[in-house]
Nanobody, 124 residues
């Protein structure tokens, strides 16, 4: 059984940083894309960042580019999201996602494995 478990969320002030982690078990995602999405109250789940089948290829939503960094540790089967210069609009539940497919995508439908989410709240 494949499981993705996120951690690292919390309540922080604007301008500070958080580092989210997502530990995968049940299969290795090395060589497969993984991504972070987020969902604010009353809004649809939106793409934040992905790492492609090769760790050298990443993509970010415009709203987080330059502030967030996605990284993967294949040996630990763990995905990270370093979030700097946080803003109140970054508030939401952050989800880790993985896929057995080859190609990375910004769409929710492209990922078949999901974590339960971790809450990030940024106060002004």
């Amino acid at each position: 059984q494949v499981q993705l478990v996120e951690s690292g969320g919390g309540l922080v002030r604007a301008g500070t940083s958080l580092r989210l982690s997502c530990v995968a078990s049940g299969r290795s995602f090395s060589g497969n894309p993984m991504a972070w999405f987020r969902q604010a109250p009353g809004k649809e789940r939106e793409f934040v960042a992905y790492v492609a089948w090769t760790d050298s290829v990443t993509d970010y939503a415009d709203s987080v580019k330059g502030r967030f960094t996605i990284e993967r540790d294949g040996a630990k089967n763990t995905l990270y999201l370093q979030m700097n210069s946080l803003k109140p609009e970054d508030t939401g539940v952050y989800f880790c996602a993985g896929t057995s497919r080859w190609s990375a995508s910004r769409t929710v439908q492209a990922y078949e494995y999901w974590g339960q989410g971790t809450q990030v709240t940024v106060s002004s």
